[in-house]
Structures are given as structure tokens and as C-alpha cells.
């Protein structure tokens, strides 16, 4: 298979980390075009010996597949900008934007893709040593498809086909699995706080129970990693919750329905007996 020359348009974290990565394994990383031309250099020092671009045009000019890394509110504005030649890839890394957001380079005969890795890139260091192992959502047909399968496994990932339409639905999933942990462990640092702990005391002493609910669901699946008074069917502990949450804030809704899905969860790992369950039904949902 021939080497593409690979090219980035907006030089962010996500860039600097795939170009890096790929630069390690040996792929041709031709260079970049940011807005700032500090965020060019910064991602070239990772992946010598690409160059910094003056503009998208004359990047484009120079790569055979060029991944347009900006946030997704501008892919669209960028890519109508340029003039695309025919047989070119171009790819966005959005997991909620559609391939539609690339449709004026694909009137001028590029193939368009998208490239969405299921992974959060804050610095790219650290993104960097999560590539391998984790998944990425590419949309794609013939070549880009091929190659796109082949860039995955440069870096170890596991590459999932996406359907057509279903991006919207994938990003929500992403999102209840990444960002909304954290308005949960934020909850829980407002009542670490409320015991009279320090508020930074509240994470290194949480993370390690978070890091090991995670690791019993990676082993174990999600209804047996289910711990706490709902896998117990302690129902009077789980009353005194609900009273408390009450007290505190504006309503119980939050906590109300956490306690339903686990109770699903709980019930499909078998541990619970039909009275147990019936009984937790009664306190959980009371309105
Ligand atoms: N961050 C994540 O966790 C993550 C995960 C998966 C996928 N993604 C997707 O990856 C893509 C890039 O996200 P990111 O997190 O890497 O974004 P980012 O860190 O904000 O980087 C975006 C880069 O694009 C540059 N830029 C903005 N507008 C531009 C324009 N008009 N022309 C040229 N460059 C422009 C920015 O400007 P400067 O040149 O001024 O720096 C910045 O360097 C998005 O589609 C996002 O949805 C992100």
C-alpha cells in the first residue's frame, strides 16, 4: 500500500496527539496549517521533520489525506474555503458532526471520512498513552475506509464502522460514559465537603472507589460490578438517602433515578429475590 503524505488543518490536541503517534510509527506526518502559527510549531516538535504551513490551501496542496482537527462549529466554514482535488481524502474527527460537514470537498471528487477516537485528548502527552486499546469511530467507504483501518491499527486502536446516521446517538453514548461521570463525582464532592472534609481532599480519597468500580465493571460486566445498599436490597439505608437528598437540595430526582437504572442493573446479575426487589421498587419510587 503506498504512503500517504498526512496533513492537519487546526493544530490542537487532538492533532498534536495523533500526528505524534503516528510520526512514532512510522507514517509520513507532511506538516500543519493552524490559525495561530505558535500551535503549528508546538505539534511539529512533536513529529519532525513536518512543516508548518502559511495557509490550509498549501497544505492541502501537499497531502494526500488531511484531517480537518478545528472545532467542529468551524469544519464546515474551513473546508468550503479550500479548493479539493479529485481522489483526495479528507477527513473530520467529530463524533457528532456529519460527514455533511465535508460535502464541498467531496463535490470537488475528494472521498470525505470521518475519524471520531473515543478517547478525551486534554494534553497530548497524556492522550497519547490512551491511543492503544481504545476504540475510534470511523465513516468511510472504499480506499479512505481501507486506509483509515490501517492508521487505526498503526496506533493500537480498535476501529468500529459507523453507521450512517447514527452519529448523534454515538456521542451521546460517549458522553454519559466520559463527562457525565464527573457531574456525579462533582455530587460527591459537595457532600465529601458537607462531612467537613477540605474540598481537595475529596478526589484522592473518591477516585481510588471510582477507579475500582470501573475496573470490577471492565472485569466483571456492568450488573455484577453493582455494589451498595440497591445490590443488597438494603432498602431502610436507601430510605435514609432518599431523606437526605431531599434535605439538601431542591429535589431527589437525580438520585431517584440512578437508584432505577441500578436496580435494572442489580436485577440482571441475579442477586436480588422477587421480594427484595419488589421492596426496593417501593422505597426507590416513591414520588
Ligand atoms: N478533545 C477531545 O477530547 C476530542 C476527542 C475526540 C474528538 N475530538 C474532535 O477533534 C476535533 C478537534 O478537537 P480538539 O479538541 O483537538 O480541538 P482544539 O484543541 O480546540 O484545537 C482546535 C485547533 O484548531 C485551530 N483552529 C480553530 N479555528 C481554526 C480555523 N478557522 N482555521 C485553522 N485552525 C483553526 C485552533 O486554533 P489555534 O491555531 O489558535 O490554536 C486549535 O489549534 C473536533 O472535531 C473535536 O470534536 C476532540
Given at each position: 500500500?503506498?504512503?500517504?503524505g498526512?496533513?492537519f ?5 487532538v492533532?498534536?496527539t ?5 510520526s512514532?510509527s ?11 502559527f505558535?500551535?503549528s ?8 521533520p513536518?512543516?508548518a ?12 489525506l ?14 468550503n474555503?479550500i ?10 474527527c ?5 460527514l ?25 502527552d497524556?492522550?497519547?498513552?490512551h ?22 491499527a ?21 458522553n454519559?460514559?466520559?463527562?457525565c461521570?464527573?457531574?456525579?463525582l462533582?455530587?460527591?464532592a459537595?457532600?465529601?465537603e ?14 481510588p ?33 432518599l431523606?437526605?437528598v ?11 433515578e ?19 426487589i ?10
Amino acid at each position: 500500500m503506498p504512503t500517504l503524505g498526512l496533513g492537519f488543518i487546526g493544530a490542537g490536541r487532538v492533532a498534536s496527539t495523533l500526528s505524534a503517534a503516528w510520526s512514532a510509527s512510522g507514517e509520513s506526518i507532511i506538516g500543519a496549517y493552524s490559525r495561530s502559527f505558535d500551535s503549528s510549531t508546538a505539534l511539529l516538535a512533536r513529529c519532525p521533520p513536518a512543516r508548518a504551513f502559511v495557509s490550509a490551501q498549501e497544505l492541502v496542496s501537499n497531502c494526500d489525506l488531511v484531517f480537518v482537527t478545528v472545532p467542529d462549529s468551524a469544519i464546515e466554514e474551513v473546508v468550503n474555503e479550500i479548493t479539493w482535488r479529485a481522489g483526495q481524502f479528507v477527513v473530520h474527527c467529530s463524533a457528532a458532526g456529519e460527514l455533511a460537514l465535508l460535502r464541498h470537498a467531496q463535490t470537488c471528487g475528494a472521498q470525505v471520512g470521518g475519524f471520531h477516537p473515543l478517547q478525551i485528548f486534554s494534553d497530548p502527552d497524556v492522550a497519547r498513552e490512551h491511543l492503544a486499546g481504545s476504540s475510534v469511530a470511523i465513516e468511510a467507504t472504499g480506499e479512505l475506509h481501507t486506509q483509515l483501518y490501517r492508521l487505526a491499527a498503526q496506533l493500537k486502536m480498535t476501529p468500529l464502522t459507523l453507521r450512517a446516521g447514527a452519529r448523534l446517538r454515538y456521542h451521546l453514548a460517549g458522553n454519559f460514559a466520559a463527562s457525565c461521570m464527573l457531574a456525579l463525582l462533582a455530587e460527591a464532592a459537595n457532600l465529601w465537603e458537607e462531612c467537613g472534609f477540605e474540598r481537595d481532599t475529596a478526589l484522592p480519597a473518591l477516585m481510588p472507589l471510582s477507579l475500582g468500580t470501573l475496573d470490577s465493571a471492565r472485569r466483571l460486566g456492568l450488573a455484577k460490578a453493582v455494589s451498595g445498599p440497591v445490590s443488597r436490597g438494603d432498602t431502610a439505608t436507601l430510605a435514609r438517602h432518599l431523606e437526605l437528598v431531599a434535605q439538601r437540595t431542591e429535589g431527589d430526582v437525580l438520585y431517584r433515578e440512578i437508584l432505577a437504572r441500578l436496580l435494572d442493573l442489580a436485577q440482571a446479575s441475579h442477586r436480588l429475590s422477587e421480594k427484595q426487589i419488589a421492596a426496593l421498587h417501593s422505597v426507590i419510587d416513591q414520588i
